[in-house]
């Protein structure tokens, strides 16, 4: 049954395209298109859900659609399950947003086709039950959300960060393609059913586990795999840089764990040590590149990649494990990971809302020339403060709790067998506990710059809050962010069969225990309460102040601002973004980053102002893509005189081209 | 009934926290004073300041929002909660098992996450100053904190509190090296989150390097009061802290009568008096940091804390 939902919302979400195209032009257009993504994502949502709550899985479909002989097959077994209700509750959020947001969209037919369209890929993609579809169902998935990021294609960084974004999502299927055609082995299994039969030999699958790695880890922006994603993320209308950042990232996630987890037989530990290594330092690289930025959307789609890397720490850890046969600490990562998904999903989501309601109301992406819209846009407000507070993993928001699951997973590291996981896991630690100082660091920026202090620019002073479905839609989200923070117990059991069916094994029945805390692995061990936090906090809290209202004073003033006696009237003097990380910056950007500052210091006597300039260039294009680059474009300079050849020299070229294959055919035999 | 008795165990030593706090304040500015031969404040000064500004008109700022007459609250909440949470007097009461180290630290972050912001909330370059500083010693400070809770978690197989401090009471802990070494650097975590001397000096206004004082600098009234009483509390939650994961002796564990208590109390209460006393001294010995030197203190926390973690392995044996 949930297949055949989910077949149905795929085909309905095509069919929502196809109508895009037709009536695009319209002014209702908009509302149409998002109100059908509305009620498909619901529905595929509720069939999700309910297949996963009631264990309704597993059941197949063959498709008459496809290769002629194989066909297509689809299944949804609990892993597929659960990342449906993911990328449907994006779409779904998304599709609320985007009645409001949609409205204002400049050239509509650029957006509108291909967001169902986008969102069918990613579904088919969860259903599909052997490579070709798969391969096909991911390709369609990239190729829709790149037309989406040249949805403004007037600007010039648009275009390229377009570019880049094909090219590597290119790479990184032929990397899967790779991965598939060696799992499927010479007999062409291409079924996923035959893959996980097949038994590979050790090389076999530690190829296939490192093509996975730069194929879904590409998408899902690993360091050094990311460039692509701070620059297509932002490019597009944001709400589909929610879906891209929220849901799209998630979706490669669950490529990752499709082949590492379930296809290939049995990981091994050197593989679980790649993954926790990369997985730590694409938390903390992520996260510092996030701090040195000041576009708003790049800000965030940094930040994802620092929540990608924490998945993967989590996954890392499953899989070292799982390969020990420590089944109940690799249930306890899993499901930590898995978490972390469906929390990032509701947390990103939200902030990219939240960013695309200020880009609207002020037409400013860049932070420092904002300021002070808490006054102008409190609702917005609201939500982006709680989106932030749950991202920087404070309790007792939702970010916390899975955070604190993957530090109580590190915990049970020292158990390992394994010398190399032994001494890698608290380092990991440690890198994670950085990882989330920087969070909080670079949201109290974010937040404090766009939101707090004065209005830096006419266009931040005249902005105003968004309309009320954009607005219904960011309540929706905090508030999930909250739920599942304060009682995140039932989570978990939902998650129970996914971890089962990965590593064998789940974490303890959270429901049955008392005042809905969570035990991660024994209530002797360590435990966690989110909702007697939460009340103890909201008791004190209120009764203090209202103690001091009743009891003391609440006589209040207003007046001009203090500042130790020497308060600057002028806006720019406030503390900007980069002077906030500016300390930050000098302790440890300066080892890790390509930082050039230049100050120009006019003269004494003369009128022209100083000039301070900043900039910060990404280290991953020097070190990791660099000398790739130039090799191509020197062989390119030297291979060009082959186009200014003589016919002569042509024919002689293929002749030589000719006997040289010739020899190589006879040396073959 | 017996709930009632845990009940009134654990509001008990929700008001002990909360009532012993402005105390130690007290006794670490006597006897910072009397080091430095001033006379220095009565012992109960916190008290009476406190009680003042609380019935003192608050003065705020035209554009101060309502995040900004929030936080005060918010901060206090989270630190008396997080400081409630520690065992004092006696391990196991009713709520300890609702959070632990790791979400008792994480708390903290919630309320310093607050106050930051509102350091930054009416823009002014003071309040800035303050809140940028403030997380650069959170993102120096966390991951030295969290290699401590490591540490002390793989001696005791645990992370929740009660659990720890009954483990280092009764488990044949001895003496290790790792446990001294991430003493060492819990307490220049300590000093650095109680924004202290060397890393910030709590008793100067107007002075350039200063961090907790600059982000609070716009605070007035009961607002004021607030965050000045937060500040106290936290100073007790840090000695608390120290106290159950590294001296827990003398605590109630098995036995829940109010004369093992009483016996538990007295314990606590001296133990942390004698951190009152200690700080100080060990303040006045040292002079106040360049901000760009605290990655040198701090990383030296964290180096510390590394090396605890890897001792501890090799000591364990593969």
């Known amino acids: 049954m949930p297949l055949r939902i989910g077949l149905a919302c795929v085909v309905a979400y095509l069919v929502a395209a196809v109508l895009a195209v037709v009536i695009g032009r319209w002014r209702a257009a908009p509302a149409v298109v998002y109100g059908a993504i509305v009620a498909i994502s619901a529905a595929g949502l509720g069939s999700a859900f309910f297949a996963l709550v009631s264990d309704d899985l597993n059941t197949r479909l063959a498709l008459p659609l496809g290769l002629p002989l194989t066909g297509g097959a689809l299944r949804i077994d609990a892993l597929s399950a659960f990342f449906l209700l993911v990328v449907n509750l994006g779409g779904l959020a998304a599709g609320v947003y985007g ?50 990021v040249l949805a403004d294609h007037r600007r010039e960084e648009n275009a390229r960060a377009a570019y880049i974004y094909i090219v590597m999502a290119s790479a990184g299927t032929l990397c899967l393609l790779l991965a598939f055609g060696l799992l499927a ?19 076999i699958a530690g190829l296939v586990f490192l093509l996975a790695l730069v194929g879904a880890g590409s998408k899902a922006g690993l360091v050094p795999l990311h460039i692509w994603l701070p620059l297509a993320h932002p490019a597009a209308p944001s709400h589909v840089s929610a879906l891209m950042s929220g849901v799209m ?71 070292a494990f799982r390969a020990h046969d420590m089944a109940v600490p690799a249930a306890l990562a899993m499901t930590a990971a898995l978490l972390h998904v469906l929390n990032h999903s509701f947390f990103k989501s939200l902030l990219f809302f939240g960013a695309g309601a200020v880009v609207h109301a002020s037409g400013e992406r860049d932070m420092e020339r904002l300021g002070g819209l808490i006054r102008r846009m409190p609702h917005t407000a609201i939500v982006f403060l709680i989106g932030c507070a749950a991202i920087s993993a404070l309790p007792p928001l939702n970010g916390f709790v899975s955070e604190w699951m993957t530090f109580q997973a590190i915990l049970v590291g020292p158990q390992l067998p394994h010398w190399g996981l032994k001494l890698i896991v608290p380092t990991v630690g440690a890198l994670l506990a950085l990882a989330a100082a920087f969070a909080a660091a670079c949201f109290v920026k974010l937040f404090g710059t766009v939101f707090l202090g004065r209005a830096r620019t006419a266009a931040a002073r005249n902005a105003h809050d968004v309309d009320r479905f954009s607005l219904a839609a960011m309540y929706a989200l905090a508030a999930l962010c909250f739920l599942s923070g304060v009682v995140p117990g039932p989570l978990i059991d939902m998650l129970a069969p996914v971890a089962h069916a990965l590593v064998r094994a789940r974490m303890p029945e959270q429901s049955g225990i008392a005042w809905l805390s969570i035990v991660p692995i024994a209530a002797s ?35 001009a601002i203090w500042d130790c006696g020497y308060p600057d009237p002028s806006l720019v003097t406030q503390y900007s973004g980069s002077s906030f990380v500016m300390p930050i910056r000098r302790v440890f950007g300066a080892a890790l980053f390509d930082i050039r500052e230049t100050v120009e210091m006019p003269p004494p006597g003369s009128a022209k102002p100083a000039r301070f300039s900043l900039k910060v260039f990404d280290p991953a294009w020097r070190f990791a893509y660099g000398p790739g680059t130039r090799a191509i474009w020197t062989a390119a300079g030297k291979l060009n005189r082959l186009q200014f050849l003589t016919i002569r020299r042509y024919l002689m070229l293929v002749f030589a081209a000719l006997i040289v294959l010739l020899i190589v055919v006879a040396a073959w035999r | 009934m017996a709930m009632i008795y845990d009940l009134v165990a654990q509001g008990l030593q929700m008001i002990l926290v909360l009532a012993v706090a402005p105390f130690i304040l007290g006794v670490t500015r ?13 012992l109960l000064q916190p008290y009476r300041d406190i009680w003042k500004l609380m019935h003192k008109e608050a003065v705020m700022a035209h554009d101060a929002s309502w995040l900004y007459r929030g936080t005060p609250y918010l901060l206090f909440a989270t630190t008396w909660v997080a400081a409630a949470l520690i065992p004092t007097y006696s391990t196991g009461l009713l709520f300890s098992w609702s959070a632990d180290l790791i979400a008792i630290v994480a708390l903290l972050a919630t309320g310093r996450f607050a106050l930051a912001l509102a350091g930054m909330d009416v823009g002014t370059a003071f309040g800035g100053i303050g809140s940028s500083r403030e997380m650069l010693i959170a993102s120096l400070a966390e991951p030295a904190m969290l290699l401590v809770v490591f540490t002390v978690s793989l001696v005791a197989g645990t992370t929740q509190l009660s659990a720890i401090a009954e483990h280092m009471i009764h488990g044949s802990v001895g003496l290790r090296v790792s446990l001294g070494l991430v003493l060492f650097s ?8 109680n924004a202290r001397i060397p890393i910030d000096n709590p008793a100067t206004h107007l002075e350039l390097t200063m961090v907790h004082e600059a982000m609070v600098l716009e605070y007035s009234g009961r607002h004021l009061a607030m965050i000045e009483a937060a500040a106290a509390l936290k100073l007790t939650l840090y000695f608390s802290l120290l106290v159950c994961l590294f001296l827990p002796f003398g605590m109630a564990t098995g036995d829940k009568s109010p004369l093992a208590f009483a016996i538990g109390l007295a314990f606590y209460l001296s133990k942390i008096m004698l951190l009152a006393v200690l700080l100080p001294i060990a303040e006045t010995a040292v002079a106040k940091m360049r901000v760009f030197r605290y990655p040198v203190f701090l990383g030296g926390a964290f180096a510390t804390a590394a090396l605890a973690v890897f001792l501890l392995f090799v000591s364990q044996g593969f």
């Open chain 1, 99 to 148: 009645i409001g947001y949609g409205r204002h969209e400049r050239s509509p037919l650029r957006v509108l086709p291909y967001i169902p369209a986008y969102l069918a890929g990613m579904n088919f993609v969860l259903m599909a039950d052997d490579a070709f579809t798969f391969l096909v169902a991911w390709e369609f998935m990239s190729l829709a959300s790149w037309i989406l």
């Open chain 1, 185 to 203: 082995g010479p007999h062409g299994g291409y079924a996923f059913t035959a893959m996980r039969e097949a038994a590979q030999p050790p090389l």
């Open chain 1, 249 to 319: 990232t998630k979706v490669a996630i669950y490529g990752f764990i499709r082949i590492v987890f379930d296809l290939v037989n049995e990981p091994a530990s050197w593989m679980s040590l790649i993954v926790i290594a990369f997985g730590g330092v694409t938390a903390v690289l992520g996260v510092l590149y996030a701090l040195l930025q000041q576009d708003i959307k790049r800000l965030l789609a940094y930040s994802t990649v620092e929540n990608v890397g924490i998945i993967f720490v989590g996954l890392g850890l499953a899989m």
């Open chain 1, 525 to 559: 061990r360590s435990s966690y309460n989110g909702l007697i936090i939460l009340s103890f906090l909201i008791c004190s809290g209120v009764l203090t102040a209202t103690v001091i209202h009743r009891f003391a004073t609440r006589a209040t003033r207003r007046s």
């Open chain 2, 30 to 42: 006597k006897v910072k004073a009397r080091l430095l031969r001033r006379i220095g404040p009565p």
């Open chain 2, 186 to 193: 819990f307490i220049f975590v300590a000093i650095a989150e």
